[in-house]
C-alpha cells in the first residue's frame, strides 16, 4: 500500500539523498504488518509484559474493541516524556485501519490458555461486610439494597471468589456503610 508520495516528476532521485536529491519515490507499507504504537508511562511499564493480551479502541469507532497482543516492549524510556514505547499487534487488521490512526489501548494481562476450569464469580473485597457472624454482599435491584448472605473462596489480588450467594453479573455496592440495610435505597455511580 502505497502511503506517500515522496518526489515529483522531474526531481532527482538518489541513493543516499544527497544535495537536492531525494532518497526514495515513495513510502509503501504491508498493510498485514500494521500494528498500534503505545508511550506508555514508566510508572505502567512493570504491569506489561510483551505476550499480554491487550483491546484496541480506534478513535474512529470507539464502541469497537479490536483484540491483540504486545509485540514488543522497547528496551530505552524516552526522558523527555518519561514514557516507553510498546508495540501491540492486532489479531486482525479491520479494512478501516489507516497508518497514523489515533487509538486508544486496554492491557489485559496474561490470559491462560491452559485447560478451562469450573467457571465461577468473584467480588471486590471491598463490598464484604460482616453482621452477625455472616459474611454479606449487599446487591442492588432496582435502586434497593438487598443483603445476600455470601460463602467466600480464595482471594485472588483485591478480589474474592465468591463460592456460594451470587450468580454473576449482579450490581454490588462498594464499602458499604455500617448503617445500610436490606430494602434501603441506594443511587448507583454514572
Known amino acids: ?6 518526489a515529483e516528476k522531474g526531481e532527482v532521485i538518489a541513493p543516499m539523498a544527497a544535495g537536492n536529491s531525494r532518497g526514495s519515490v515513495l513510502t509503501i507499507i504491508d498493510p498485514t504488518s500494521m500494528e498500534v504504537q503505545v508511550e506508555l508511562s514508566e510508572r505502567r511499564i512493570a504491569r506489561v509484559s510483551e505476550g499480554d493480551r491487550a483491546m484496541v479502541f480506534l478513535d474512529a469507532d470507539p464502541d469497537i474493541g479490536l483484540p491483540g497482543a504486545v509485540r514488543k516492549i522497547w528496551p530505552r524510556a524516552d526522558r523527555s516524556k518519561g514514557s516507553i514505547e510498546v508495540r501491540v499487534k492486532l489479531d486482525e487488521i479491520p479494512a478501516a485501519l489507516r497508518p497514523d490512526m489515533a487509538a486508544r489501548v486496554v492491557f489485559k494481562g496474561k490470559v491462560d490458555t491452559g485447560p478451562v476450569g469450573d467457571p465461577y464469580v468473584t467480588v471486590s473485597s471491598a463490598a464484604l461486610v460482616r453482621r452477625s457472624g455472616n459474611t454479606l454482599v449487599f446487591v ?10 455470601v460463602m467466600v473462596g480464595e482471594r485472588r489480588g483485591s478480589t474474592v471468589v465468591i463460592a456460594e450467594g451470587l450468580e454473576g453479573g449482579e450490581l454490588v455496592v ?17
Open 1 to 6: 500500500m502505497v502511503i506517500r508520495k515522496d
Open 140 to 149: 442492588v435491584e432496582g435502586g434497593i439494597a438487598r443483603g445476600v448472605t
Open 174 to 190: 462498594l464499602d458499604p456503610p455500617d448503617g445500610l440495610r436490606n430494602g434501603d435505597t441506594v443511587e448507583t455511580a454514572r
